[in-house]
């Protein structure tokens, strides 16, 4: 397992409350799923069983190879439960989160939001699972609650004794 895997396996301490039971699905399989092109429901996602779950977390998806089998393996979960298949997405060829010079608008904005500045410095020195989590956390379809303690736990804030 190379680095890129190895920290993609990690949780971060804003999902702690729904680990254990996956019973959402955590931030590094959404970066899996925008990377090899799928829109994975949530009602999908319940269906599939703890270890199907775990799978998903720890299958790697960071090679050409390993995403396309990543993809087929999804499809194929959730055609074993629907019938179908889930839909797909375009994939970014320049991904916001691989960019680790250029803070997306909306991240900075909802940063001001709470009175932080996130600083081209402190954007580049963020992983990509960190970056791609800041920019989920800011969409208005996700319930972005997390994002404060997003920026806490990456240390992009810091909180007064």
Not at 19 to 26: A, E, M, N, T, Y
Not at 88 to 114: H, R
Request: hydrophobic residues 40%.
């Amino acid at each position: 397992m190379n680095k890129i895997e190895k920290t993609m396996t990690n949780f971060f301490q804003f999902e702690t409350d729904f680990v254990d039971s996956l019973r959402c699905i955590p931030m590094q399989v959404r970066m899996k799923l925008d990377t090899c092109g799928i829109k994975l429901n949530l009602s999908h996602w319940h269906q599939f069983n703890q270890h199907e779950r775990q799978q998903l977390v720890e299958i790697p998806c960071t090679t050409t190879e390993s995403i396309q089998k990543y993809g087929d393996y999804v499809q194929h979960l959730v055609i074993n439960y629907t019938g179908k298949p889930a839909s797909n997405l375009p994939v970014d060829p320049q991904a916001p989160w691989m960019n680790s010079q250029v803070i997306p608008s909306t991240v900075a904005e909802k940063a001001m939001e709470f009175g932080v500045v996130v600083t081209t410095q402190q954007w580049a020195a963020l992983t990509p699972i960190q970056r791609f989590a800041l920019i989920k956390l800011t969409r208005p379809s996700h319930e972005n609650k997390n994002f404060l303690p997003a920026l806490k736990e990456f240390q992009l804030v810091f909180v007064n004794r």
